[in-house]
């Protein structure tokens, strides 16, 4: 969102929640979430877990994110009204991933992670009760270039 912010991009794909002010925007995809968990874990063989089943396990976020995006995918508060158990920090999505493997902490992505994603000692299992991710296009130019760009995403986005 920054380098829309700054004008190096004319349109940009964004992970919400998002500060969108001033924006034009348009949701083009959702998808589950998923919590990453290691092998050994009691949920690893779990068909599917709900916030509350794991509300007791550390979560690994990152400090360099706005505090509402963290929030957010913390889901924090919980429904009970608790804060998450926070585990360490992490900005790389590969040593995070190496932590949850080794126990250290649990993580929380999209579903497509999964797919992306897999090494030896780790397993993602879906989360029930959360808000999926909702990713937008978003511009502030109406030019004719970004009308286009933005007219074949929102194609695209109806055939999938």
Do not use: K
Not at 48 to 57: C, L, P, Q
């Amino acid at each position: 969102m920054a380098a829309r912010r700054a004008g190096d991009v004319d349109v940009a794909f964004v992970w919400l929640p998002a500060d969108l002010a001033g924006l034009h925007s348009e949701l083009v995809h959702t998808e589950p979430r998923v919590v990453g968990l290691p092998t050994t874990h009691p949920l690893a063989s779990a068909a599917s877990v709900s916030i509350m089943d794991v509300n007791d396990e550390p979560l690994m976020w990152t400090r360099r994110a706005p505090r509402a995006w963290v929030d957010w995918w913390a889901v924090n508060p919980r429904p009970d009204g608790s804060e998450p158990r926070w585990g360490p920090t992490n900005d790389n999505v590969e040593e995070m991933l190496e932590q949850v493997a080794e126990g250290t902490a649990i993580c929380f992505a999209p579903s497509s992670m999964a797919l992306y994603y897999t090494r030896p000692g780790l397993t993602w299992v879906p989360l029930t009760d959360v808000e999926p991710l909702r990713v937008a296009l978003a511009w502030d130019d109406d030019g004719p270039l970004v009308q286009a760009f933005a007219t074949i995403v929102r194609e695209l986005s109806q055939t999938v």
